[in-house]
């Protein structure tokens, strides 16, 4: 009776592992860890464009928006946090919340939300989320990595966090634009050419 037990379990493990999401890897091949600062840069670089900063749209210093660099900085180091608190890795097509170590001069939390920008007239990355609590009230602080069609992954926002909710999904891309210190990343279907990156 106990081997049949044991071996039932063993059995659902084995299941569960192989119906899991497989894991987001960095730049060297390793599982992408929560909680773990990661930076990220374009997968293709065309050695103008850096990494992902905190940025200001036209002369307005706040809300600051997540850009990406137009010079060849590394960015700001990031970490990310999945809608499960006890799942460890990272996994391509799961809700999480991303968020840019430190502070930042508009006093908000660095946690990613979509809204839509006036200035820009598109739904933008911006600053000021809320990280955990899944549900409603914190759809849109939830964002997903999924593998990208050239190389590496693509940010996209599309949440699961709430089933009976309707939005529009799509992938996010820079978005070229005057009077900015990186290009903003909006919400936009690029399905010819998406923003494909790596995490170091």
Request: glycine content about 8%; proline content about 6%; charged content about 15%.
């Amino acid at each position: 009776m106990k081997t049949i037990i044991l071996f039932s379990l063993l059995t659902l493990i084995i299941l569960a592992a192989k119906s899991a999401p497989a894991p987001v890897l960095d730049a060297h091949g390793k599982v992408l860890r929560a909680g773990a600062k990661y930076r990220v840069k374009p997968a293709y670089s065309d050695g103008y464009n850096g990494g992902l900063i905190l940025a200001h749209v036209g002369n307005k210093p706040c809300p600051l928006v997540v850009g990406q660099d137009l010079g060849l900085n590394k960015g700001l180091w990031l970490t990310f946090t999945p809608v499960n608190p006890k799942e460890r890795v990272i996994r391509v097509s799961t809700d999480v919340n991303i968020k840019f170590s430190g502070s930042n001069s508009c006093n908000e939390s660095n946690i990613w939300q979509l809204k839509y920008n006036e200035v820009l007239k598109e739904r933008v990355v911006m600053v000021g989320g809320v990280e955990g609590n899944p549900g409603p009230e914190t759809l849109y602080s939830w964002f997903k990595l999924e593998n990208s069609t050239y190389s590496g992954y693509k940010f996209v926002f599309c949440p699961t966090v709430c089933s009976h909710c309707e939005l529009t999904c799509g992938d996010l891309f820079p978005f070229l634009t005057d009077g900015s210190n990186g290009q903003p990343l909006v919400l936009y279907n690029a399905t010819s050419w998406p923003f494909s990156v790596i995490f170091y």
